[in-house]
């Protein structure tokens, strides 16, 4: 049989768009956007009067601008809206100040916030929002009004990056990892370097020592829940509790840091029951963008430019 | 009287033989899975170039995170306690002692005698550590051998922002795409690494002299850096990274 000798980037996650197939966009009074430009990942979401239009998540370019422009080609692909159709447009997230289309930039911190708020409903309390370069934990209100927050940008080993890279270096794909994590007789210690790079070390051994890869996978998920729960710990966890972000897609680390918080997450769902009745899709990735358009409106009502 | 010392590190495995406070052989190699089994090599490369018999040698010492695959000793220390022995026997007047390796770096206060004062390490961190450099060279495609060397061609500040190693290697391959040069880039990882080495050591005073012993010694951008750091000269022993071996061959003849 022929070699492949193909590179599989088995980091890269499911990119996604999808538009709303029950609004005529053209009816509507405001048309508001939310542009979240992280390190690893963008997202771009459109409302119209408040209600979800469309939407795209994608991995990050080399550049902000060019980021923030595939984004919103891409969510606005087949819909015959451009970008001059927007009434105001908020920037948000690492590279936010980088948004050309955008009139207003405001932190992640503030729009997940407002975004978790929005999806889950306002009894949320405690968001969890893993995202590629960064962790954060963020109190809010009954609003979605940020309270605290906790957060850790310096480190890869309590981020998204860090699991892509280990995903990688064990050659499982990154959308794999939670289910595969689980594919185990008992659960292991957890790897107890913190440093990503250390811990490929670590796992090499592991490996080498007979372990199975799943096995390898369910004790760094559990040490990055325990890094996660650390994190979560200097704000407080008030319930409820809601998850954002990519890593939220990783039930490897979501349900093994729920054992160590002793508390679950909301399921991911849909605070309007309209949304969960016409079935439209929960993506975790997209609630700095949402918070970010939602944001957009308000402003747009008050005719700010 | 012969001594063996052997410092089992996080990357390479370090065999001196000491005889009468001179070294007569040294042999190193890549630990990989078989640490022990690479001693046990090593061990017998030495004898042999030193040309003499097993039984010559009265004691072993070891030290390195990986002591527990030695072979048979008669000696422990501590890496701490390697570096300090081996650098005050060539050096008495080093009072400041680095240590930088491939995945941990540390830094020990010592006096003239090699009994350390006070220390400071980082081996929870890959960023102070050399496994930063290395996979920077990996992303420039520099042999790591070549690393310092390229860096100090260059005329330029490129900062590295990124705490992270992870991080940085993203930070790195941004600047590749912006065709920065790779000189540059080298340096700003040097930069970089002598930095957090640096905001280390202060931690514990700098003393003159200042020895810097370990594989990445061997990394001369990296040492500018540091001197540029320090804001004075660092000293560096011919084979920086046997020290720790070195150290333990003279706890095996302490004992």
Known sequence: MAENTEKKELWRWL?????????????????????????????????????LYC?????????????????????LEGTGMTVDDWHYCVGTGYG?????????????????????NWMYGPQVKTILDMGGQDCKVIRVDEKGKVTNFAMNDKCAAGAGRGMEVFADFVGVSINDVGDKSFEIDEEPKPVSSTCVIFAKSEAAGLLKEGWQVSKV???????????????????????????????????????????????????????NPDYIKRNYPFDTQIAGAIGGALFAKALAEKGKA | MINAGIDIGGKEVKVVLLKDGEVIAREKAMGGFEQGQVTEELLERAIKSAGISKKDIASTGVTGSGKKYAPPHEAEITEIGAAAKGAALLYPSART?????????????????GVAKDFTTNDKCAAGAGAFTESMARALEIRLEEFGEISLQSKKTVPINAQCAVFAESEVVSLINSKTAKEDIARAVNDALAERVVAMVKRIGVEKDVVVIGGMAKNVGYLDGLKRGFKMDVIVPEHPEFIGALGAAIAAREN
Not at chain 1, 15 to 39: C, F, H, L, Y
């Open chain 1, 217 to 271: 996978l369910a004790a760094y998920c559990s040490a990055m829940a325990h890094r996660v729960w650390e994190l979560m710990v200097r704000v407080g966890i008030e319930p409820e509790l809601s998850i954002t972000g990519g890593i939220a897609k990783n039930r490897g680390v979501v349900e093994r840091l729920e054992k160590e918080i002793g508390m679950k997450f909301q399921e991911k769902k849909w605070h």
């Open chain 1, 96 to 116: 936010r100040v980088n948004v050309p289309m955008s009139k207003r930039a405001i932190t992640e911190i503030a729009c997940h916030g407002r975004g978790a």
């Open chain 2, 97 to 113: 002692v680095i240590d930088s390796g491939a995945e941990d770096s540390r830094a020990i206060k010592c006096d003239e005698k």
């Open chain 1, 15 to 51: 990119e996604a768009r999808w538009t709303n197939p029950d609004i005529d966009w053209k009816q509507g009074k405001i048309v508001s956007a939310g542009i979240d430009v992280g390190s690893v990942s963008t997202q771009c979401v459109v409302m119209v009067d408040g209600d």
């Open chain 1, 55 to 75: 939407y795209s998540s994608l991995r990050s370019g080399s550049g902000s601008v060019d980021s923030a422009w595939r984004g919103s080609n891409r969510a």
